[in-house]
């Protein structure tokens, strides 16, 4: 934000992932579809829409691929890298918008919604579960939790593992849900 860094962008840029999470805000304002979102991450890559001003100067290598993938007609929800070499955190940087949307809903819909929109871009497991543990911290706190005790609740919801996330993926962040950051 203080301007001229890596991608030496004036003060006040935000970034690739700013970018998509307002593409996900915009769907999520008007009613939220996949295949909305996905328009609009098209809409950000080829005609800067959504950019702080109107330039896209950075744009991760999963989610240009699962761009080429959506514009070639690919389904929104099969369009996100998932193979091992291919597992970034851009869905991460840019699902906390979601929240609102999914903070009603049943645990098994909450997976489903954070798993399809993780998967516009980046659809390994390891991703899918970063953004579901994340929306479930997130909704604790949006619920009026103190972060504390929301991380805390987070740890116990996952005491003895997830019936949506694979005990593999699930591993991958025991460090968060087993230690105590």
Known sequence: MSGYGSRNQPPGTWSDDTSLALCLADSL???FTLEDTARNFVKWSDEAAFTARGVVFDI???TAKAVS???????????????????????LMRI?????YLADKPEAERFGLAKAVSSITHARAWS????FIYLEYLRKLSGGMDKNAAYAELRRSFQ??????????LNKFSRLLQGDI
């Open 96 to 100: 906390a918008p979601l929240v609102f």
């Open 128 to 131: 899918v579960a970063a953004c």
């Open 29 to 31: 304002s008007r009613g």
């Open 69 to 91: 993938r959506l514009k070639a007609g690919t389904a929104p929800d099969k369009a996100g890298c998932a193979g091992a070499d291919e597992n970034g955190n851009g869905s």
């Open 60 to 62: 991760g290598i999963s």
């Open 160 to 169: 003895g593992g997830s019936p949506y996330i694979g005990g593999a993926a």
